[in-house]
T-cell receptor, first 117, second 112 residues
């Protein structure tokens, strides 16, 4: 099956710094990528949907200036948490699919654990 | 807005027992429903996907059912093993968009 990777798998940073998380589709072209956030013992919450070459669509309540998403190529999307604060600590998971129109399975990455001190 | 609920939140069973995990959703306008497994600190592993036109899917010791009209799905695990210990998430893909909505999960512990 299709493989999605995330880097880094774990990051610890100081409050006020920015952190970039990469999501890559390794063996397919991902026209659409999704970013989720998961709090402990909570469900995954969709943060935003990004289509290659266009601006991301953010879910209600997600600050687009806080969580910058770039999907510049068909195999890479990045999520940058700007001026991170301890409340941004969470588990971030990306997923990808090959078409924004066709109904296909989303392939999930292994997740990135962010801890902001 | 679609809401997905999973009951129970946690479940502990002895090895060998058959068990059922429950998932309910509020809007029946779904495209599919998917069950995932998540190990601590890890990503998601897809277990079973049921299209909205289907009633159930089976894979090994796992069987998932879907009753779209009542907004319910169950995941049946037969002859549970300690290796089945994980959090099980259900998610629905909404018919009108790409969005997947997840339940909070059921944390399963199978004791040897």
């Amino acid at each position: 099956g299709a493989v999605v990777s995330q880097h880094p798998s774990r990051v610890i940073c100081k409050s006020g710094t920015s952190v970039k998380i990469e999501c890559r589709s390794l063996d397919f072209q991902a026209t659409t990528m999704f970013w989720y956030r998961q709090f402990p013992k909570k469900s995954l919450m969709l943060m935003a949907t990004s289509n290659e070459g266009s601006k991301a669509t953010y879910e209600q309540g997600v600050e687009k200036d806080k969580f910058l998403i770039n999907h510049a190529s068909l195999t890479l999307s990045t999520l940058t948490v700007t001026s991170a604060h301890p409340e941004d600590s969470s588990f971030y998971i990306c997923s990808a699919k090959t078409s924004p129109i066709l109904r296909e399975t989303q392939y999930f990455g292994p997740g990135t654990r962010l801890l902001v001190l | 807005k679609q809401e997905v609920t999973q009951i129970p939140a946690a479940l502990s069973v002895p090895e060998g027992e058959n068990l059922v995990l429950n998932c309910s959703f509020t809007d029946s306008a779904i495209y599919n429903l998917q069950w995932f497994r998540q190990d601590p600190g890890k990503g998601l592993t897809s277990l079973l996907l049921i299209q909205s036109s289907q009633r159930e899917q089976t894979s090994g010791r796992l069987n998932a059912s879907l009753d779209k009209s009542s907004g319910r799905s169950t995941l049946y695990i037969a002859a549970s093993q300690p290796g089945d210990s994980a959090t099980y998430l259900c998610a629905v893909e909404e018919r009108n968009n790409n969005d997947m909505r997840f339940g909070a999960g059921t944390r399963l512990t199978v004791k040897p």
